[in-house]
């Protein structure tokens, strides 16, 4: 299907892991939303597998520093 609508072969696994990995990293309720998704029995395997929401806070608060320290003032003594 995604190989007409697309022109590119996407496997129904690689759908799974990007819908899994964008409803615990976006979603309120995180992995337990994954699990639900996905079918799993247990939030431990999808906070394995598809969890990286604390990366992505990481990586955000990195941005925002960089942002920040961006808008500074700063004069250079030469």
């Given at each position: 299907?995604t190989?007409?609508a697309?022109?590119?072969?996407?496997?129904?696994?690689?759908?799974?892991?990007?819908?899994?990995?964008?409803?615990?990293?976006?979603?309120?309720?995180?992995?337990?939303?994954?699990?639900?998704?996905?079918?799993?029995?247990?939030?431990?395997?999808?906070?394995?597998?598809?969890?990286?929401?604390?990366?992505?806070?990481?990586?955000?608060?990195?941005?925002?520093?960089?942002?920040?320290?961006r808008?500074?003032?700063?004069?250079?003594?030469?």
């Amino acid at each position: 299907m995604t190989a007409r609508a697309f022109g590119v072969r996407v496997s129904i696994h690689r759908l799974r892991d990007n819908v899994a990995t964008e409803a615990s990293e976006h979603l309120t309720s995180g992995a337990r939303a994954a699990t639900a998704l996905l079918g799993h029995r247990s939030e431990r395997t999808v906070q394995r597998h598809y969890d990286h929401s604390t990366g992505l806070a990481s990586a955000q608060e990195f941005v925002d520093k960089i942002e920040g320290q961006r808008s500074m003032d700063v004069e250079l003594k030469l």
